[in-house]
């Protein structure tokens, strides 16, 4: 083979040579002119392009554009080529290169070509990278560092980093809507500052809660403006129980994610509690985008829910409340103090390099001192927590405890039932009334050849199998047991209020 003309040039080195008029020699040329540059994700079926700052999803047809501009060198490389018939040969093989059918093949080639493909788990994957405007952040330290394309970092917060700014109208609007309570301050800029990372150690989920007109959803979309790829903006259905599941596309959006909030949760609806454990114990998840494979991933991101109305908890174990963080947006500013959204954001993204370094700040003391929950928040959450214990409201109003209390386990589901719909409240299954009752400490055990019984437990208004409930006093002695008799012997107390006297009637 003749050598071209740039060859003879000394020290000089041609990529093309002996590439192959085909479409794996196209694919080969492909990859030398703009290989380091791209990557390819088969699970995600999805290219992405080196910007100078992060590999971004190619949404606009960049891969394409190259995949031509690599068929318009070939003409260069025909050019240079000094023998007349490799010359005709490459001039050719470019003409026929232009055609559509081809630049698919090099464009479909190049994404099993060397150094091409990425894998979901290799973008994005130190926790503790934070990807800004003028450099890497290194979030373990508050140092910024060039930005680099082995780092495979795929998103960007729209900030420039400069530890020494400030931000006063962030700090005012804080310090107002928290009512100068400092520690709620502090524990919202720790929170933040977890939320910068890719952690999950907290396992928390933040509601902030409030009747409206108190900063809570301006709070949440500065938070969001701030960290731009970083956050995500999901529906209310992630996070709240839904009659049927779709494709969980919703949840594989949020791949990456470090910040994701909902707001809003209409009134009565239930908290998905099955998903908050999975997006929140750090352990892999499955999704998949439509008509797309099925991938695995660890949720980076923290949930933050911002409504006037608290999702309905039906669950009472450790498992959901430990995650659960109610924070109070208790503050309702006056319409006379009011400014409308939008110049109220607009002031906040004039500081956002200042809130940045108040944020970085939050992560430094986060990592050495943690959360620090305040007592505002976990009296809240205890409060939350007590009102949604619906069996724990039915104790209260229908059963009396004590160790010399029974009551057949028949006879106490009913009444929980009734007590239910008498509430508007959906009845839990009775294995699963059983089952919580039994995580009470009250003991369930079966009287010989007769019913179960429960023990330390036992009906305010005791009845026999055929009568309806009646409410009348809390106060009812311990029910005998007789199970070769048809009806069970009860005692009924009757106060009078007006005279305080007492009886007991036996039935």
Not at 393 to 402: G, Q, S
Not at 425 to 445: D, I, K, S, T, Y
Request: proline fraction near 5%.
């Amino acid at each position: 083979m003749a050598t071209s003309r740039l060859a003879q040039q000394e020290g000089f080195h041609n990529p093309f040579e002996d590439l192959h008029t085909t479409d794996l020699g196209n694919a080969r040329r492909f990859l030398i002119a703009h290989g380091p540059d791209l990557r390819y994700c088969h699970p995600f079926q999805r290219w992405f392009v080196w910007d100078g700052r992060r590999w971004k999803e190619d949404l606009a047809g960049e891969v394409q554009a190259r995949a031509k501009d690599t068929v318009r060198r070939m003409y260069l490389e025909a050019a240079s080529e000094e023998d007349d018939r490799r010359r005709k040969d490459l001039a050719k093989h470019a003409l026929r290169s232009e055609a559509a059918q081809k630049i698919r093949a090099m464009v479909e080639l190049l994404k099993t070509e060397p150094g091409i493909p990425v894998l979901p788990e290799e973008l994005d994957r130190d926790p503790w990278l934070l990807n800004c405007q003028n450099g890497t952040l290194d979030l373990r330290t508050g140092e910024l560092r060039p930005h680099d394309p082995r780092d495979l970092l795929t998103r960007l917060a729209p900030v420039v980093y400069d530890p020494n700014a400030t931000c006063p109208q962030w700090c005012a609007f804080l310090d107002r809507i928290m009512a100068g309570r400092v520690d709620l301050v502090t524990f919202l800029q720790r929170a933040v500052g977890y939320s910068l990372t890719g952690c999950t150690d907290e396992r928390v989920c933040f509601i902030l809660y409030g009747t409206g007109a108190n900063g809570k959803t301006t709070f949440l979309e500065t938070v969001a403006l701030l960290l731009g790829d970083y956050a995500a903006r999901t529906t209310t259905d992630t996070l709240l129980a839904r009659d049927r599941d779709g494709v969980p596309n919703d949840v594989a959006r949020l791949r990456g994610a470090r910040f994701v909030y909902a707001s809003e949760a209409e009134e009565g609806r239930r908290l998905a509690e099955a998903k908050i454990k999975d997006l929140t114990g750090g352990d892999t998840i499955t999704a998949r985008f439509m008509r797309a494979e099925w991938f695995e991933f660890k949720p980076e991101f923290k949930l933050w829910l911002g409504t006037n109305h608290r999702p309905v908890i039906r669950g009472t174990d450790a498992a959901i409340w430990d995650r659960i963080r109610l924070i109070p947006f208790d503050v309702r500013i006056p319409e006379g103090e009011r400014l409308p959204r939008r110049e109220l954001m607009a002031r906040f993204e004039a500081e956002l390099s200042g809130i940045l370094a108040w944020a970085v700040r939050g992560c430094l003391d986060w990592q050495k001192h943690g959360l620090g929950v305040p007592d505002e928040v976990r009296e809240a959450t205890g409060a939350y927590r007590a009102e949604m214990d619906v069996l724990a409201h039915f104790l209260e109003e229908c059963c009396t405890v004590n160790p010399l209390a029974k009551a057949r386990a028949g006879d106490l589901y009913r009444a929980y039932v009734e007590w239910c719909e008498a509430n508007g409240e959906r009845p839990l299954a009775q294995r699963n009334f059983g089952m919580r009752l039994a995580e009470r400490g009250f003991e369930r055990r079966r009287s010989t050849g007769g019913p179960f019984w429960w023990y330390g437990i036992g009906l305010v208004n005791q009845v026999n199998d055929s009568e309806p409930i009646s409410h009348i006093s809390r106060e009812s002695t311990v029910q005998e047991e007789k199970p070769e008799k048809r009806f069970t012997k009860v005692h009924f107390l009757h106060s009078d209020r007006k005279t305080g006297d007492r009886e007991v009637f036996e039935v």
